[in-house]
């Protein structure tokens, strides 16, 4: 069965701090797709990225950055010189390629950020 | 525009009156899909359909009904809700193909309390 820990449930910094979110999953499957969410305090949840399980290569856009590590399981999120408006809660997600879990994503638990001005 | 409407945003009930969450997407796709938000649990789907006429149950079942009788629309039955369904819900929809992982499209949300 598939699985994402989010360990950190919540992380206060201060503006411009650089902050990272820390994302461990569990799967059989060896396709699969890596995704970040963010909610802010409106509620709605907003795509921030979507990665394959045969693209390691790390991401960067803007002030965010992605290290995917297979050997760890590993999917971080990393924003640099954080801002007020960062302060939402991260989803971490991963998605199955096929077989009764298709479509399925399992969430981890969340992540609380809280940037201070 | 390409959107997942829910109605209605904010719902406040009591136990055992049923009640219905609409889910409408307007992107001709084949799958939906609704979870259940809760806090340190993060979302979790209740129920999932490939397409008309066909849906299964999704990890958090329990207490809830859905149908696909058209394309567009994915509602979710409450038959006799309860105070352990207070949630915040989430329609999603996406497209099935052949070529890779199609992302999945959010509804705005669906805050429903049962007292």
């Known amino acids: 069965a598939q699985k994402v820990t989010q360990a950190q449930t919540e992380i206060s910094v201060v503006e411009k701090e650089d902050v990272t979110l820390d994302c461990v999953y569990e799967?059989?499957?060896?396709?699969?797709?890596l995704f970040w969410y963010k909610q802010p305090p409106s509620g709605e949840l907003v795509f921030l990225i979507r990665?394959?399980?045969?693209?390691?290569q790390n991401e960067i856009s803007g002030r965010y950055s992605w290290n995917f590590q297979k050997s760890t399981s590993s999917f971080n999120f990393t924003i640099t010189a954080s801002q007020v408006v960062d302060s939402a809660v991260y989803f971490c997600?991963?998605?199955?390629?096929?077989?009764?879990?298709?479509?399925?994503?399992?969430f981890g638990q969340g992540t609380i950020l809280t940037v201070h001005p | 525009e390409a959107q997942v409407t829910q109605n209605p945003r904010y719902l406040i009930t009591v136990t055992g009156k049923k009640l219905t969450v609409t889910c409408s997407q307007n992107?001709?796709?084949?799958?939906m899909s609704w979870y259940r938000q809760d806090p340190g649990l993060g979302l979790r789907q209740i129920y999932y359909?490939?397409?008309?006429?066909?849906?299964d149950k999704g990890d958090v079942p329990e207490g809830y009904k859905v149908s696909r009788k058209e394309k567009r629309n994915f509602p979710l039955i409450l038959e006799s809700p309860s105070p352990n369904q207070t949630s915040l819900y989430f329609c999603?929809?996406?497209?099935?193909?052949?070529?890779?992982?199609?992302?999945?499209?959010f509804g705005p949300g669906t805050r429903l309390t049962v007292l």
């Open positions: 999603a929809s996406k497209a099935t193909g052949t070529s890779g992982y199609n992302e999945q499209f």
């Open positions: 799967t059989r499957d060896t396709t699969y797709y």
């Open positions: 990665r394959n399980s045969f693209d390691e």
């Open positions: 997600a991963l998605s199955e390629a096929g077989g009764t879990s298709y479509g399925k994503l399992t």
């Open positions: 992107m001709n796709h084949e799958y």
């Open positions: 359909s490939m397409n008309v006429e066909v849906t």
